[in-house]
């Protein structure tokens, strides 16, 4: 008898569970990424500094860590070098000058107002 029950409440509880997964929303189209667009969903900065410092802290705060793509990679500090080395630094990664993959989606997204921010903010972290 309560074997009984059990398998009904188990055929209950995947009814419901197969309902669910039918009734979830989906993503709206204008959201899904479209064939042949590229998007480095982790490398877009943004352009603020706020945003831009945030994404460089990740990888540049850290002493000693390494990148795990697109290989194994020390990340060079940062902090503390000339500001106008850290700009010719990311303007070379924007213009495809310096060919660092990582480097070159994330400075591709900022402006140079913000890559002067951040520039000044590094160059004057280390004094
Ligand atoms: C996903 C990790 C990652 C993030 C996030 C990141 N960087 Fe880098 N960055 C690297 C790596 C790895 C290198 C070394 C690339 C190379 O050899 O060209 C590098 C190199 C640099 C260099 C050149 C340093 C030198 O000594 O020549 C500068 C400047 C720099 N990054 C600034 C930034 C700024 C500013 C941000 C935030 C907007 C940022 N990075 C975000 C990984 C990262």
């Not at 309560?2 to 509880?13: C, E, H, R, T």
């Not at 990148?67 to 010719?88: D, K, R």
């Not at 400075?107 to 002067?116: D, R, V």
Request: hydrophobic share 35%; with cysteine.
């Amino acid at each position: 008898m309560s074997q009984l029950f059990l398998k009904g409440f188990f055929a209950v509880a995947l009814a419901l569970g197969a309902y669910s997964a039918w009734a979830q929303p989906k993503p709206p189209a204008d959201k899904a990424p479209k064939a042949g667009e590229s998007r480095p969903a982790t490398t877009n900065a943004g352009d603020s500094f706020d945003n831009a410092h945030a994404l460089c802290i990740g990888c540049h705060g850290i002493p000693g860590y390494k990148t795990a793509y697109p290989e194994v990679y020390h990340v060079p500090l940062i902090a503390g070098q000339q500001p106008g080395y850290i700009l010719s630094a990311l303007k070379a990664y924007k213009s495809g000058e310096r060919s660092h993959p990582t480097m070159r989606g994330i400075a591709a997204s900022l402006s140079e107002e913000t890559m002067k921010q951040l520039a000044d903010y590094y160059g004057g972290a280390g004094k």
